[in-house]
């Protein structure tokens, strides 16, 4: 018995072993290392969108112009263009084909939605599969003090216990592809408000030379409401310019788009 005990300590030892605390300059050096840097990104994915009243199925045409715009074209049935969204670093503006209408308005607008305050740099990164420490847009060895970090042959995990809440009442937890240091899930609470924000990328293909995830499925969490949405890419390419093109049809009215304070 005694034997058969020392061999299970033994065993559980060795897989204690493989998870090891990992450098945060050496982490932070690797993942720079993988970073995905181009002049610009364009890609196709099929996009659903489910909250607690509606389920809504959409096609989405993505363009950036890195630190310069993300332009989304979205379409319904019949590649019928329904929507033009356009980021820029200060703004956001939307065109609904449908109602005739345009919106423009600014990134704490977006927090109803997401349940997070985001910026463009945030969603730059978060389209370019790059990792950051929220709600800083990089990592750096300042930005992941007091953070746990483990490694283990497949992944390695970043996290910080409950306890551990910064000033904004927010607390963060990541995994990142070991090898490929990029990362596979995100998630941020809010204590003091009880919201949730949590990202799981799907399996990494190629899409021609580049190494990129197969989906995003994107949660949030409220008292009031859950959403969720999914986009499933079928094409992703790099340093292909294309024309952004974001013009609006006089006739279309000006409308105050989540009634918010603009700053």
């Not at 992941?144 to 996290?159: C, F, N, R």
């Not at 992703?236 to 700053?263: A, T, W």
Request: charge should be positive.
């Amino acid at each position: 018995m005694k034997t058969l005990l020392s061999i299970f300590l033994l065993f559980l030892s060795l897989g204690i072993s493989n998870a090891q605390i990992f450098d945060t300059a050496k982490l932070c050096n690797r993942i720079e290392e993988k970073a995905l840097r181009a002049d610009f990104y364009s890609a196709l994915a099929r996009v659903k969108y489910t909250d607690n009243k509606q389920d809504v199925g959409l096609d989405a045409n993505i363009l950036i112009r890195t630190d310069s715009a993300i332009w989304v074209s979205v379409s319904a049935a019949l590649n019928i263009e329904v929507a033009r969204i356009l980021l820029t670093p200060d703004s956001v503006r939307m065109i609904n084909k449908l109602q005739n209408t345009w919106s423009s308005f600014s990134y704490s607008a977006l927090k109803s939605i997401l349940g997070m305050e985001v910026n463009f740099a945030h969603i730059q990164a978060f389209f370019y599969n790059n990792m950051f420490i929220y709600p800083d847009n990089k990592i750096t060895t300042e930005n992941l003090a007091g953070y746990k970090i483990v490694e283990s042959p497949i992944e390695i995990e970043i996290s910080k216990g409950d306890s551990l809440v910064n000033d904004a009442g927010l607390i963060s937890s990541y995994k990142i592809q070991n090898k490929l240091f990029k990362p596979i899930f995100m998630q941020i609470k809010d204590v003091v408000r009880k919201r949730e924000f949590t990202v799981n990328y799907g399996k990494s293909r190629k899409f021609s030379k580049l190494v990129y995830p197969s989906e995003f499925n994107i949660n949030t969490l409220s008292e009031k409401n859950k959403v969720n949405i999914n986009l499933q890419f079928s094409k992703v390419q790099i340093n292909k310019p294309k024309r952004i093109s974001f013009n609006i049809n006089s006739k279309y009215k000006k409308v105050d788009l989540f009634k918010v304070e603009q700053k």
